[in-house]
Nanobody, 127 residues
Framework: QVQLVESGGGSVQAGGSLRLSCAAS????????MGWFRQAPGKEREGVAV??????????SYADSVKGRFTISKDNGKNTLYLQMNSLKPADTAMYYC??????????????????WGQGTQVTVSS
């Protein structure tokens, strides 16, 4: 089992930046594939960014809506996942969730949704 704890959310004005963190503990073999999802009120949950543990080949994916503005990274030594969010827009307002899963399928949003989830951290961007 894996425990995921997100932090770093908050309220910022449009154009600002935030960095989310997700600290993982427990079975590290279930953190091979990690990523971020978000869900705004009244909207479906969407994948934001995903990264696999062996990212030397740059196996990172982003939602089109955040490409060029968000950067996902991780510190395997600290078992911590990050999401650097720049040039934030009001449309980025949502609850952001960290997720992780072990090996099994290609590390991507569909596979990751079947894994472990954190409690979420709120990001609010005002215009």
């Amino acid at each position: 089992q894996v425990q995921l704890v997100e932090s770093g959310g908050g309220s910022v004005q449009a154009g600002g930046s935030l960095r989310l963190s997700c600290a993982a503990s427990g079975d590290i073999y279930s953190t091979y594939c990690m990523g971020w999802f978000r869900q705004a009120p009244g909207k479906e949950r969407e994948g934001v960014a995903v990264i696999d543990r062996d990212d030397r080949d740059g196996r990172i994916s982003y939602a089109d809506s955040v490409k060029g503005r968000f950067t996902i990274s991780k510190d395997n030594g600290k078992n911590t996942l990050y999401l650097q969010m720049n040039s934030l827009k009001p449309a980025d307002t949502a609850m952001y969730y960290c997720a992780s899963i072990g090996r099994g399928r290609v590390c991507g949003f569909p596979w990751l949704q079947s894994g472990y989830w954190g409690q979420g951290t709120q990001v609010t961007v005002s215009s």
